[in-house]
């Protein structure tokens, strides 16, 4: 292993720079050369990297998005941009390359080991936590906490106007930061694909609210759910309250990194050298049980990480 490359092909998430250092400096402490190929896949088509050094990643840490970028790339998701990726990898003579990202980009990047003798190794970054084979991505968060103080602040509205909010957070089509952030604001409810909730349930609970005296609510939706504008509709017309409905959007996804993004970047991040070191390639590293593993890049692409629907029990438990 001489050369490792770097790239982040998805939506960015915060720690995504500090990861992008730590595999900078583990490696050069391992006097390995890297690069980090700019725009995601783009990098690799258009053979266009910058060489990573212990400096040039100085002063990254944090700061959310990517230094490298990123952009959606439809061309590699043809035969022929991945052949010409790989071209550009066996061009620049990279041996191991590391792929920041979600599930989306370990698909491309085994999609590239099936035309490549680069060794692929992928470290989880996403605020969307959807990532099989860790129990935590970089940037989940930093996303629950950034969601957090933004539905704390809405709260106190909800309070003074005693109003029902429906709060919608990220997540693609699944459920991960809603939940999170649903149990740490004490949502009265919290809507997520993995769990279908009906209506009659949801007026339930907060018509049973409002007998107790309690005559706000906050109900955390996962964007997966559907269209929360017709949820608000609907339950503003069967309970006579009055309903808001806030999206917290791409605020979610940037900001500067917490401390406990920052060290999962770390820690990811030195596993990910350590197994390119060991020629090991086709893995992406994670937390299991708390401590650094890996697992095949193609289990983690196949399988669905399960939600813990017990956890909504709790949420329910903590809002009456
Ligand atoms: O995967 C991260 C994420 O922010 C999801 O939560 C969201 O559904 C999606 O990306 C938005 O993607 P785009 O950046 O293409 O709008």
Known sequence: MKTIGVVTPGGDAPGMNAAIRAVTRIAHSRKLQVIGFERGWDGLLTNNFKRLTP?????????????????RCPKFEEKEGVKKAAETLAANNVD????????????????????????????????????????????????????????DQIRDTAISHERIFIVEVMGRKRGFL?????????????????NECKMTEIIGVLKENERKGKKTGIIVAAEGVGDTAAIAKQIEKQTGSEVRLSILGYAQRGGSP???????????????????????????????????????????????????????????????
């Open 178 to 194: 809603a939940l999170d952030v649903g149990i740490t604001v004490g949502a009265e409810v919290i809507l997520v694909p993995e």
């Open 55 to 71: 400096r040039a990643v100085g002063g990254i840490i944090q700061l959310g998005g990517t230094m490298l970028h990123t952009l």
């Open 258 to 320: 917490t401390a406990r993004s920052r060290l999962l970047a770390g820690l990811f991040a030195e596993k990910a050298v350590d197994l390119l070191c060991q020629e090991q390639g086709n893995k992406v590293v994670g937390l299991k049980n708390g401590a650094v593993a890996n697992i095949d890049i193609a289990e983690s692409c196949k399988k669905r990480k399960p939600l813990d629907l017990r956890l909504l029990k709790l949420a329910e438990m903590l809002a009456i």
């Open 96 to 151: 191991g390359l590391v792929v920041i990202g979600g599930d989306g980009s370990f698909r491309g990047a085994l999609d590239l080991s099936r035309e490549s003798r680069t060794l692929m190794v992928g470290i989880p970054a996403t605020i969307d936590n959807d990532v099989f084979g860790t129990e935590e991505t970089i940037g989940f968060d930093t996303a629950v906490n950034t969601a957090v103080k933004a539905i």
